[in-house]
């Protein structure tokens, strides 16, 4: 009976070896069901404005977010899911990012879903940019993904 109790040193995991799986897993999760809703034709708009509406629900909107707060935030989320971000520009009222590997398709390779749009999980921060009375944007630049905060008055 001990021996069940035994771990294969083989098999043992480091946390950057989980990390890592959570990454991808996660990514193939939310990619795969971007696929799904688009071959039941849902619009993408609508269930990223629905998730964005969620997701806000876990920020703290009880006070006023500045443009850097909201964008180190969002870099932040991002990062989880393994982007990389080198460059960060703060401003008055208006911060931007570069963010390089998001979504990586890399991470999920060989499991057919490179063709899927994942830009549109930038759209995920968008209600959030609105509960916390940011104005946001994203655009595509290559590889990148320019992402901008701007306070409410900006």
């Given at each position: 009976?001990?021996?069940?109790?035994?771990?294969?040193?083989?098999?043992?995991?480091?946390?950057?070896?989980?990390?890592?799986?959570?990454?991808?897993?996660?990514?193939?999760?939310?990619?795969?069901?971007?696929?799904?809703?688009?071959?039941?034709?849902?619009?993408?708009?609508?269930?990223?404005?629905?998730?964005?509406?969620?997701?806000?629900?876990g920020?703290?909107?009880?006070?006023?977010?500045?443009?850097?707060?909201?964008?180190?935030?969002?870099?932040?989320?991002?990062?989880?899911?393994?982007?990389?971000?080198?460059?960060?520009e703060?401003?008055?009222?208006?911060?931007?990012a570069?963010?390089?590997l998001?979504?990586?398709?890399?991470?999920?390779?060989?499991?057919?879903?490179?063709?899927?749009?994942?830009?549109?999980?930038?759209?995920?921060?968008?209600e959030?940019?609105?509960?916390?009375?940011?104005?946001?944007?994203?655009?595509?630049?290559?590889?990148?993904?320019?992402?901008?905060?701007?306070?409410?008055?900006?």
């Amino acid at each position: 009976m001990d021996e069940l109790n035994e771990i294969d040193d083989s098999l043992a995991f480091t946390t950057d070896d989980e990390l890592e799986l959570l990454r991808g897993s996660s990514l193939a999760i939310m990619l795969a069901t971007i696929r799904f809703l688009q071959e039941k034709g849902i619009d993408l708009t609508e269930w990223t404005s629905a998730l964005s509406r969620e997701f806000a629900k876990g920020w703290d909107t009880s006070e006023t977010w500045s443009a850097d707060e909201f964008i180190d935030a969002v870099l932040l989320n991002l990062q989880a899911f393994g982007a990389d971000a080198p460059v960060a520009e703060y401003e008055d009222e208006s911060a931007n990012a570069r963010v390089e590997l998001f979504p990586d398709y890399d991470r999920v390779d060989g499991m057919g879903l490179a063709d899927v749009p994942g830009d549109v999980l930038f759209d995920l921060f968008g209600e959030v940019a609105r509960a916390c009375g940011i104005q946001w944007s994203w655009r595509r630049d290559g590889d990148a993904v320019l992402i901008e905060a701007r306070t409410g008055s900006a």
